[in-house]
Every structure is written in structure tokens, then in C-alpha cells.
């Protein structure tokens, strides 16, 4: 087994020092690591040649995560790819544990793990949705992103059926591989974390773009017109109201609930996840509760992204793109 290591950058060489160092330090030595430097400006390309000259380094123009990804898988020789994000770390078995569990199960075509989420240097604990799942997961990839790049070990026969990451997507290019994968392929899981996902950083890309769901949209409406996922297939899944609703043909609509009268006073609220995965459903529904709706705008984003930057512990805590919408019934005006 051939292990290609690919690890995209752009001006992280002080967090890219420690991802590789997590590499070196595996038990199973890969059979290449490759850094792709998409267009840095800062001393990543000094930083490779004197303290890891062993590692291959492809420099490009500044094109965005995807690009360079899709660069590193063309030019590795291994028949298995490894990638890490630059700013994310291995632990040493990483390699090893996956290996083994592909050898175990030899139709396997990818391979992934849990994980540790580390926020300003502080670990906190995911929610109960970002679970992660083996088997025929393509239901669970409907609402999030399940599969992290750092922790997936893919066989680059997948690349040459299903197609590359896409660089066409700014953002959440990783969410539309895993659903066109995983709408052909079963997954092998790994359920050990072998890697800390490291977050927090002002650089991340949930945090350079509003409104993401657009692109996990954009996605949806691919995996569709390529006719990979058929209209039953779409309707039977737990989270079909993602696709029927949002993206499909008028025959597929589903009514998700009851339609619902509001009284004077009551208050829906439409949000991202950046908000959900930072504030518990107490908090939130304590701020809006008495609060003028302007005042609860103003304190719902402050809490949310006190959270991002700063874990608290025993609290959510995941950056994310922040995003909502909050609309309450008046009470009609006095009679006379």
C-alpha cells in the first residue's frame, strides 16, 4: 500500500511546521508527502527547504483549497491519498490504524476517523449531529459535512469515477465530494480520533464567506442533474426535505409539518449553524423570550461569536458562517 500525503497551504507556515511534523512522526512512513503552496507570500517555501527537505513542494498562483488539493492527487504516484490541512494534526497511529482496518476490508475505497476539535487551544466537545457514521452514510452528508479532509484516507480509483474536488466551489468543496461519493460508495470508519482538527484561526474558510448553505445548495442541485441519486432514492432518506424542498422538482415537494398559526408575540427564528453549534437551545430561547427583537439580533450574534473565539467549557463552540433570520407577530393595536 502506496500512501500519498497531500497538504494544500497558503501563508500557515508556522501552523503547516506542526502538521508535518505529525507526519513525520507516524508509525506507518507514507511513500511521499507533497505540500502545495498555493501562492503563499510568507517563508513556507524557506520553512520546507531547510527543515524538511525531504517532503516534495509544488508551488502555485493563489487559486484556492480546492486547485490546490486537485494538484497534489495528480501529482502523487501512491495509490492511496492522505490529506491534511494545513492547519490540523495526525496522531502518530493515524496511518497505522487506517491502514490496517483498509487491509481488514479490502473492497474499501475510503476510509475515515473521529476526531478531536481543539478551539483557541482549548478542546471542546461536537455536537451530537457532527456523530460520525461507516457504511452508507450519503443521508448523514445531506445536512453537514460529515467526513473531514484530514481524516479521510481515499483510494484514487474514487478520483477517476466520481471526479475531483471542485474548484469551481469557494467553499465547502469538501461537503460536495463526500455526497457524490458517498451517494456510490460505502465508507469504512475508523471510531478512534486520529486527528485534532484545529480551529479558531481568522483564516478559515467558514469564516471568509457569509451564507454558506448557497454552496452546500449549489451541491445538492448537482448530485441531482447528474442522475447519480434517482428521485426515490431522494425521497426515502431522513433528511429528504434537503433535497426535495430546496432543490427538487415540483412532484417531489414534501410537507414537512403542519402549517402553524402564530399568536400575538410569538417569534421564529431561521438560522445558520453558526448558530446552532454555538449557543444551546436554552440560551437561545431565554434571549428571545422578553427581549425587544432588535436587542435579540444584537446579543444572539454577540454570544455566537464570543463562542467561536472563545470556548467555554461545557459549551458548543464551532466556527461557522452566522446567518440568521428573526420575525415575531405583533399584538394588534387596543380596540377604541
Known amino acids: ?8 497551504s497558503w501563508n500557515r507556515a508556522e501552523r503547516l511546521a506542526a502538521a508535518l511534523d505529525s507526519v513525520c512522526a507516524q508509525n506507518v512512513t507514507p511513500h511521499e508527502v507533497i505540500v502545495v503552496d498555493d501562492g503563499s507570500t510568507d517563508h513556507t517555501r524557506e520553512l520546507l527547504a531547510r527543515h524538511y527537505p525531504e517532503v516534495r513542494y509544488i508551488f502555485q498562483q493563489n487559486q484556492g483549497v480546492s486547485q490546490a488539493r486537485n494538484t497534489g492527487i495528480k501529482a502523487a504516484s501512491g495509490d492511496w491519498i492522505a490529506l491534511l490541512d494545513s492547519d490540523d494534526r495526525w496522531k502518530p497511529c493515524k496511518l497505522e490504524q487506517q491502514q490496517a482496518a483498509i487491509r481488514a476490508n479490502p473492497g474499501c475505497k475510503l476510509c475515515h476517523s473521529d476526531e478531536i476539535w481543539i478551539r483557541n487551544g482549548k478542546r471542546v466537545n461536537p455536537m451530537k449531529k457532527h456523530a460520525k457514521h461507516g457504511g452508507r452514510i450519503f443521508r448523514y452528508c445531506l445536512p453537514l459535512c460529515v467526513i473531514s479532509p484530514s481524516a479521510v484516507m481515499i483510494h484514487r480509483d474514487i478520483f477517476r469515477e466520481i471526479g475531483l474536488f471542485d474548484e469551481t466551489l469557494p467553499a465547502c468543496e469538501d461537503y460536495d465530494l463526500w455526497l457524490r ?3 456510490v460508495y460505502p465508507v469504512l470508519f475508523v471510531d478512534q480520533p486520529l486527528i485534532e482538527k484545529v480551529g479558531g484561526h481568522a483564516d478559515q474558510l467558514s469564516r471568509c464567506y457569509w451564507g454558506m448553505d448557497r454552496f452546500r445548495i449549489q451541491a445538492l442541485e448537482k448530485i441531482l442533474e447528474a442522475g447519480v441519486l434517482d428521485q426515490d432514492e431522494a425521497l426515502h432518506h431522513d433528511e429528504r426535505h434537503l433535497v426535495s424542498n430546496l432543490v427538487g422538482s415540483a412532484e417531489m415537494r414534501i410537507e414537512v409539518g403542519s402549517p402553524l398559526e402564530l399568536a400575538p408575540r410569538d417569534t421564529v427564528l431561521l438560522a445558520s ?18 427581549k425587544p427583537l432588535e436587542q435579540v439580533a444584537r446579543r444572539l450574534a454577540s454570544a455566537a461569536t464570543a463562542r467561536m473565539d472563545e470556548p467555554v467549557e461545557g459549551k458548543p463552540s464551532k466556527p461557522d458562517d452566522l446567518t440568521f433570520l428573526l420575525y415575531r407577530r405583533e399584538s394588534p393595536p387596543p380596540r377604541g
Open 181 to 183: 461519493i458517498c451517494a
Open 273 to 290: 449553524d453558526g448558530l446552532f453549534d454555538n449557543l444551546l437551545q436554552p440560551e437561545i430561547i431565554d434571549e428571545i423570550r422578553v
Open 1 to 8: 500500500m502506496k500512501i500519498s500525503v497531500i497538504i494544500p
